[in-house]
């Protein structure tokens, strides 16, 4: 069973930084692809970040240099370091695993973030 379970959103002044969280049961890391979209009110849900198996990162080019992904094996987490925060980030963040093999994508509950300027 995959449960993904978010943390850390909240509210922060524009330039401001907040770290989210996203605590993964039922993931091996070797069969996912975890990273973290986007859905702003009356905006479709965008990818923002990922890691694969490897280890190799992407991140969407409006959050590259601002945002930061990091997994922690041991912990069985995977951190979103987001750094001089915009109005424009305001969004409810999801967490999310896509199996590499079979494609199926596990989602968290959401959390909100917003940047107030």
């Known amino acids: 069973q995959v449960r993904l379970v978010e943390s850390g959103g909240g509210s922060v002044q524009s330039g401001g930084s907040l770290t989210l969280s996203c605590e993964g049961s039922?993931?091996?890391?070797?069969?996912?692809?975890i990273g973290w979209f986007r859905q702003a009110p009356g905006k479709e849900r965008e990818g923002l970040t990922c890691i694969n198996k490897e280890g190799d990162f992407y991140y969407k080019d409006s959050v590259k240099g601002r945002f930061t992904l990091s997994r922690n094996s041991a912990k069985a987490t995977v951190d979103l370091v987001m750094n001089r925060l915009k109005p424009d980030d305001t969004a409810v963040y999801y967490c999310?695993?896509?199996?590499?093999?079979?494609?199926?994508?596990?989602w968290g509950q959401g959390t909100q973030v917003t940047v107030s300027s």
């Open positions: 039922g993931v091996p890391l070797d069969s996912f692809i």
């Open positions: 999310y695993a896509k199996h590499i093999i079979f494609s199926q994508t596990y």
